[in-house]
């Protein structure tokens, strides 16, 4: 059973990869120095509720779509769930001390939603506020800086059984949320986003059906885009109102997309691009649906209410993006997404290295995005997301990740090259603090840059985290 989001991706039209990495060993500078990236530059990491917190029913929480979908047969990879993960919710004064260890300087973290409103909407539960503000405290007491994710995925069940993001109704829901949130945190949070990557939790959630909640359904995917597009602009507007000095982003996942067959496979490219790379911004930027990629995508315009457009937009202080591989569309006779198929590399001409994940390393894959993202003309682009899943072993208290470590510096230099030719990236976050409950692969890739012995909750830094702790302490 391989349901890796590489593949899953795929299935919405991504692909497979053939180059190999030697191509790219150019772009490294023989010796990275943090330095290079500036003085105000940004470092971090970033984590997800459901992902790292367990409790997943302490104290008034309310479930999530995460909750249901990872209880149901069949949908995990290794039958886990996210009820304990990382016991974060108890141990998040250890996590956030060893974070600042490794000298990162910003904590991004992600707010459950049915913590605060178990039934998503209505009674506010005051356990929850309290929790997250002192999660919020032990990061200012330390000296990092706390980034609030407002949405990493998991909506409270309660608004999945009234229809969740393809029910019109959701901004109401989402605003209420957010101003209940930013209200309550924004006297000591500055650094805001509003979602972590739509194209993901839309396309795998209700059209894949192979995420939280479950559906495919193309009639719930295209309302569902239009609805998460209204709220991610109606989020930013919330935030300007209640947070005096708020840095607002919002992330977006992003790949750079090459033709498996130069030439005969252009029309896959510019399909998927629009759909993995344009559907979300675009329409941010007062742009429209990018409907000249994909015409289905009408059907999402289909959507708009009047005095919607201008609903749409929002002026951001940052985009996230995040990156992981690069993807090759081909043309494929398997609707809905005609031309578009996954490749897998073949064994005897590929090159690449691939991750736990099945993803191939493309560290200039992260550049072009990046290039390609600067077209926009951004205010300001902070990675808020990289990183790699390899299988790690913990041996006499040491786990030795050479090939994490190289991958950071890799995408590192393609990070700093793209800075150099003048790209406006004012921070990178690794994927991830700790290993954790990767979605629909349960526990088996390791993320992380801290590994976490998921019988006793042991953390151990791993060499990689040892590296940054070096590099991270002369910028
Ligand atoms: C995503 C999410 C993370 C993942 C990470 C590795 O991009 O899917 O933001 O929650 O765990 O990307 O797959």
Request: proline share 4%; hydrophobic share 35%; aromatic share 12%.
């Amino acid at each position: 059973m391989k349901r890796r989001k590489f593949n899953q991706l795929a299935a919405l039209g991504a692909a497979g990869t053939m180059i190999s990495p030697l191509a790219f060993a150019a772009a490294s500078p023989a010796e990275l120095k943090a330095s290079d990236f500036g003085k105000d530059f940004k470092w971090g990491t970033a984590t997800a509720a459901y992902q790292i917190e367990g409790a997943h029913d302490a104290d008034g929480k309310g479930p999530s779509v995460w909750d249901t979908f990872s209880h149901k047969k069949g949908k995990i990879l290794d039958k886990t769930n996210g009820d304990v993960a990382c016991d974060h919710y108890n141990r998040y004064p250890e996590d956030i001390a060893l974070l600042k260890e490794m000298n990162f300087q910003v904590n991004r973290f992600s707010i459950s939603w049915s913590r605060i409103l178990p039934d998503g909407n209505g009674k506010v539960n005051q356990a929850g506020i309290d929790h997250y503000h002192k999660v919020i405290d032990k990061c200012l007491e330390i000296g990092v800086e706390p980034w609030i994710t407002l949405y990493h995925w998991d909506l409270p069940q309660a608004l999945e059984d009234k229809g969740g993001w393809a029910n019109r109704e959701v901004i109401d829901w989402f605003s209420n949320y957010v101003d209940i949130c930013t209200k309550e945190f924004g006297g000591k949070v500055k650094n805001w986003m509003i979602f972590n990557e739509p194209t993901a939790f839309v396309g795998l959630g209700y059209l894949m059906g192979l995420h939280a909640p479950g559906h495919k359904s193309l009639k719930k995917f295209y309302k569902a885009t239009h609805h998460v597009c209204m709220c991610q602009a109606e989020g930013g507007r919330i935030t300007r109102r209640n947070v005096k000095d708020a840095f607002i982003g919002t992330t977006f996942s992003c790949s750079h997309i090459e033709p498996w067959r130069p030439g005969k496979d252009d029309k896959a490219v510019k399909r998927l691009d629009a759909i993995l790379n344009r559907l979300f911004i675009e329409p941010l930027l007062g742009m429209g649906y990018p409907t000249d990629g994909w015409k289905s995508l009408k059907n999402v315009e289909k959507q708009m209410q009047p005095g919607d457009a201008e609903k749409l937009t929002f002026d951001f202080d940052f985009i996230g993006l995040q990156n992981y591989f690069r993807i090759k569309a081909k043309k494929s006779l398997f609707p809905p997404l005609i031309w578009a198929n996954q490749v897998q590399p073949t064994k005897w001409l590929d090159k690449s290295e691939l991750t736990d994940m099945g993803w191939e390393v493309s560290p200039e894959g992260l550049y072009k995005v990046l290039k390609q993202f600067n077209k926009y003309g951004l205010k300001n682009i902070i990675v808020t997301e990289n990183g790699a899943a390899f299988p790690d072993k913990l041996e006499n208290g040491r786990v030795h990740d050479p090939r994490r470590t190289q991958f950071y510096k890799d995408y590192l230099s393609n990070v700093l090259r793209a800075k150099k030719e003048g790209v406006n990236i004012t921070g990178y976050f690794c994927w991830t603090l700790m290993d954790n409950f990767e979605w629909a692969e349960g526990y088996h890739p390791r993320f992380g840059l801290i590994h976490i012995d998921f019988e006793t909750q042991k953390r151990t830094i791993k060499d990689t985290g040892l590296w940054f702790k070096e590099f991270l302490a002369n910028k």
